[in-house]
């Protein structure tokens, strides 16, 4: 599948602080990808590398098939870019600050412009710096999407807003993403805000890439695992390398199969729990796997 977004071992120094080690990772063609991580992990960094805000220490990244060191008005053009606590020309009312950028783009789209404004019922003749911080959002997001950005990259974009807003929101992205055909790439430091959104997620932690998969093979080959171990069971079985995040509360232990597959899985757990009852085997929502992964500090991503 085709990538618009690429990072090839990117590492970004600020001092004797990595904000990025040999981080590579991909947004692919179409989809709506989750950049995830607790704060500092580095994503805000990685998406400004993306558009030439930061440039990197080491590595390379390729946006719309070019290295963003040598993007340019032209590739700026086709990515729409908002983020949280962005600058705006405050003084400038909605309908100025559109009006504004409408002739930077030649691909401005009237007739989205008007029926996004429609959507996100902006007053039209109030002053930036006077509109909440989920209308500033919206007038951002306008400003990003009338010109039919093939790359969105949304830095924190639900931070601040209330949930009602949020959804209302991440409805109308998913039905213009699903509509218009463009990618998104999506920096947050919680899960649940992209839970619905995401179909490719990118899991970063200290500036490391965890993960880079899709969140159905992710979802699909991780599980929660429960075992009650008899009385006199003794000390804990070493586990595979796949099983992690070991925890024991009683004779309960818990953890997670990152590469799962029933009859290997059987098989191995009949091996190291003998005599155990069958374990209880459970799916992860991505909230669930998001926090185990991180607490782990780990995750295979290669099974
Ligand atoms: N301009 C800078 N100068 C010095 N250090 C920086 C700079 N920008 C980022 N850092 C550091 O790099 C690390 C990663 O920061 P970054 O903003 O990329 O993280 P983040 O994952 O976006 O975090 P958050 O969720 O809190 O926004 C942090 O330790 C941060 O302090």
């Not at 053009?77 to 003084?91: H, K, N, S």
């Not at 009237?110 to 039209?124: T, Y």
């Not at 951002?140 to 929101?169: C, H, M, Q, T």
Request: aromatic letters at 6%; a negative charge.
């Amino acid at each position: 599948m085709n990538s618009l977004l690429e990072f090839h071992q990117v590492s970004r120094r600020f001092g004797r602080s990595n904000a990025l080690k040999d981080a590579s990772f991909r947004v692919p063609a179409g989809s709506i990808t989750a950049l995830l991580g607790p704060n500092g992990a580095g994503k805000s960094t990685a998406l400004k590398i993306a558009l030439n805000l930061v440039r990197p220490s080491s590595g390379e990244a390729r946006v719309l098939g070019a290295d963003s060191r040598k993007i340019g008005p032209a590739e700026l053009a086709r990515i729409g870019y908002v983020a949280e606590g962005m600058e705006l020309p405050d003084w400038m009312t909605v309908d100025q600050f559109l009006g504004w950028c409408r002739p930077l783009y030649p691909k401005w789209d009237g007739d989205l412009e008007r029926e996004l404004r429609k959507q996100f019922a902006l007053p039209g003749d109030r002053k930036l710096k006077h509109l909440s911080r989920g209308q500033r959002m919206k007038a951002a997001l306008i400003s990003a999407l009338a010109y039919r950005p093939e790359l969105l990259v949304l830095d924190e974009p639900f931070s601040g807003l209330d949930p009602l807003v949020r959804d209302e929101f991440i409805t109308g992205l998913l039905e213009l993403a699903g509509g218009e055909g463009f990618s998104v790439v999506l920096s947050s430091h919680d899960i649940e805000e992209v839970d619905r959104l995401a179909d490719h997620v990118v899991m970063l932690n200290h500036g490391k890439v965890l993960l880079d998969e899709s969140t159905e093979s992710l979802l699909a080959r991780h599980r929660r695992v429960e075992v009650l171990l008899p009385e006199n069971f003794g000390d804990l079985p070493l586990l595979p390398d796949t099983w992690i995040a070991p925890q024991s509360s009683g004779r309960v232990l818990r953890f997670a199969d990152t590469a799962h597959e029933t009859a290997r899985f059987q098989e191995a757990a009949e091996r190291v729990f003998p005599g155990c009852p069958p374990p209880d085997v459970q799916p992860y929502s991505l909230r669930e796997l998001f926090v185990t992964l991180v607490r782990a500090g780990k995750a295979d991503a290669g099974a």
